[in-house]
C-alpha cells in the first residue's frame, strides 16, 4: 500500500519528537526547510503539521512557528477526532478506502443531525477505514456544504479529513459523542464481512464550529473485536471545594 507524502513527513516528526530529537518546547523546522528536506511542496508539509496539531502534539501557527507540546501520542476520548491519530497512537497503520463523496439535498436525517434545512446541499462521505490493511469500520460522514465541498479538491483516499480540513482553516472547536452498540445493515455487512444483524460499536459525532454552527456529523461503525474506547476523568478541585464546604 502506497503511503502519501504528508503521512511520510509527519511519522518522521512524530518518531524524532518520540525519541527527543525534538524535545518539549522546541521548535520544528520551518515550512520552507521541511519542504527542501523531502523535496515537496508545501500542501503536503502543511497537512502533516495539521496532522501533528490535531493529535496533540505540536501546538502553534497563524504566523507563530510550531512547537513540540507533547512527547507521547495519546488519543482519549474527548478528543477522538480523528481515526488516523487514533490509529498512529497505538502504533498501527491506519487506512481508508472512499466508497462515496457526494453532494445530496439534507434528507430529514441529515437535516435534524445538522440543524439545517430540508433540502439544502450537504456533503457526505461513505469509507471505509483500515487497520494494518484490514476492515476496522465503516464512516458515514455529513458535512455542511461549505465546509465539505472543500473534500472534493482532496484525494479522501490519502489520509485524515480532519487534519486536512484543518489545514484549509476549517475550525472544530466542541464535539459530542454517543456510544452505542447496533446491529449491521446490508452496506456495513458488505463492507466489514460480517452478517446483517451482527453486533458493532457505534460512535456518534457532532462537532461545531468556534461560532457554535454545527459543522459535521459522524455515523461510524466498528469492528467491536478490534477497538474500544477510553474515557479519562479529572475532577475539577473547584467543584470538589464546593461539595466539601461546611455551612
Known amino acids: ?34 519542504c527542501d528536506r523531502w523535496n515537496a511542496s508545501r500542501g ?23 512547537v513540540v507540546c507533547s512527547s507521547s501520542i495519546g488519543q482519549p476520548f474527548d478528543t477522538l477526532l480523528s481515526y488516523s491519530a487514533w490509529a498512529h497512537s497505538i502504533g ?13 439535498r439534507a434528507d430529514e436525517s441529515a437535516a435534524a443531525e445538522l440543524g439545517v434545512e430540508l433540502g439544502v446541499p450537504v456533503v457526505q462521505v461513505l469509507r471505509l477505514r483500515l487497520l494494518d490493511g484490514e476492515p476496522a469500520m465503516l464512516e458515514r460522514a455529513t458535512f455542511v456544504e461549505h465546509v ?9 483516499d490519502s489520509g485524515s479529513l480532519w487534519a486536512y480540513l484543518l ?13 452505542d452498540a447496533v446491529a449491521a445493515d446490508p452496506v456495513d455487512a458488505l463492507n466489514l464481512g460480517v452478517d446483517e444483524g451482527a453486533p458493532l460499536l457505534r460512535q456518534q459525532r457532532r ?36 461539595r466539601n464546604a461546611k455551612p
Do not use: W
Request: charged share 25%; net charge neutral; glycine share 8%.
Open 1 to 34: 500500500m502506497t503511503v502519501a507524502l504528508h503521512e511520510v513527513i509527519a511519522d518522521s516528526l512524530r518518531e524524532q519528537i518520540q525519541r527527543g530529537e525534538l524535545a518539549l518546547g522546541a521548535a520544528l523546522p520551518s515550512e520552507s526547510q521541511l
Open 44 to 66: 503536503p508539509v502543511r497537512q502533516a503539521l495539521a496532522t501533528l496539531r490535531a493529535e496533540g502534539v505540536i501546538a502553534g501557527g497563524r504566523g507563530k512557528p510550531p
Open 92 to 104: 498501527r497503520t491506519p487506512g481508508q478506502r472512499t466508497l462515496e463523496l457526494a453532494l445530496r
Open 148 to 156: 465539505g465541498r472543500r473534500l472534493f479538491d482532496f484525494d479522501c
Open 167 to 179: 489545514s484549509q482553516g476549517v475550525q472544530f472547536r466542541t464535539a459530542s459523542h454517543v456510544i
Open 207 to 242: 462537532t461545531r464550529s468556534a461560532d457554535g454552527e454545527v459543522i459535521e456529523y459522524h455515523d461510524d461503525r466498528y469492528l467491536p473485536g478490534l477497538i474500544s474506547f477510553t474515557l479519562e476523568n479529572t475532577l475539577d478541585a473547584r467543584c470538589a471545594l464546593v
